[in-house]
């Protein structure tokens, strides 16, 4: 009979059925209590969806993990999608998406109605300082687990290392990901003896600016559809997870809309990273105080569809790169 450590650090092949119930259950308790941004979000899923239930195998979720850092959007949430489409077709990813977001943005909402109400936010500051400690403990214990299965050899390893360094040293991460992925395929190629595509294979595009100032020409007036429509951009198009939100929302409805003040759009970042759930909830609070009640509807909605649509699109693509060698 196999002792109990062994059988618990078993990899599973196939994911174990999910029902819509434990799917539900488990991004609601997520929106509501996941603190820390989205390094910590998704370790708190690998824990729960590898470890703990055996949805996913460890290579199955890094596979994911690679892949929605191809895409613009918010990181942890497009891990929600992709492992509720994964585990339970069309309907987990709506709701895995709708109950991982949902709580946030209530939360947030109701600080929002504060604020408006009394110009100020409540003490957080001990309470940051606490939650920051535990998630950074839950990050590392996720990154040492994840990379036993990534770092297969010792030039993964140097590559990984590489990439960080490049990364640290103010390198655009697109850069980073693009060359890394250059490198790479010109390495298995040498070793499958394939030279005679290395010129196609080096024809890799150069990632492009991802400056919303640019994306959005001219002034508008604040109305719903303008608020909408330049959330949906945002969603679409920013790279880098919540934490690159700041001065994304600064250039443009600071300096170029003038709809919020520097302190309003620094109050609405704090609160995204102080509650649970996704930090781009902070479109929910900026939505409340630019449009008080259909506001934030509109500016989450606007924020988080593009997540939807491309892990939608992409949702089977994981499967399909790994039986390409290349």
């Known amino acids: ?8 650090n078993e990899v599973p092949t196939k994911p174990t059925p999910a029902s819509l119930r434990e799917l539900t259950l488990l991004y609601l308790r997520l929106g509501t209590t996941a603190f820390g941004g989205p390094a910590a979000h998704i370790a708190m899923m690998e824990d729960e969806v ?7 195998s460890r290579e199955q979720f890094l596979d994911y993990l690679g892949l929605i850092n191809l895409i613009p959007g918010p990181n942890s949430t497009e891990m929600a999608l992709q492992i509720g489409y994964r585990v339970a077709g069309w309907q987990g990813l709506l709701l895995g998406g709708l109950c991982f977001i949902l709580p946030a943005a209530l939360l947030t909402l109701a600080l929002a109605w504060v604020y408006v109400q009394y110009c100020t936010l409540p003490q957080s500051a001990s309470v940051l300082h606490g939650i920051k400690a535990v998630m950074i403990a839950v990050v590392v214990q996720a990154i040492w ?22 990364n640290a040293l103010g390198l655009d991460i697109l850069a980073v990901l693009f060359g890394a992925g250059v490198v790479a395929v010109v ?17 890799l595009p150069k990632p492009g600016s991802m400056s919303l100032a640019g994306f959005m020409a001219g002034a508008a007036p604040f109305g719903l559809m303008p608020l909408f429509t330049f959330f949906l951009k945002v969603g679409a198009v920013l790279f880098g997870s919540g934490y690159v939100l700041l001065a994304f929302l600064r ?76």
């Open 251 to 326: 250039t443009d409805l600071v300096v170029r809309l003038h709809w919020l003040s520097d302190k309003q759009l620094l109050d609405a970042i704090a609160v995204g990273q102080m509650t649970p759930g996704p930090v781009f909830t902070t479109a929910t609070f900026i939505g409340y105080l630019l449009g008080r009640a259909p506001g934030p509807v509109v500016a989450t909605i606007g924020i988080f569809l593009p997540s939807f649509v491309l892990i939608a699109i992409i949702g089977g693509l994981a499967s399909r790169l790994r039986k390409s060698a290349i």
């Open 187 to 203: 390495s298995k190629m040498t070793e499958s003896s394939l030279k005679r595509i290395s010129s196609s294979a080096m024809a």
């Open 145 to 166: 687990s994840l990379s036993r299965i990534a770092v297969r050899s010792k030039w993964l390893g140097f590559m990984g290392a590489l990439a960080i360094l490049a």
């Open 1 to 8: 009979m196999p002792n109990t450590r062994e059988r618990k």
């Open 50 to 56: 590898v470890r703990r239930r055996r949805w996913l």
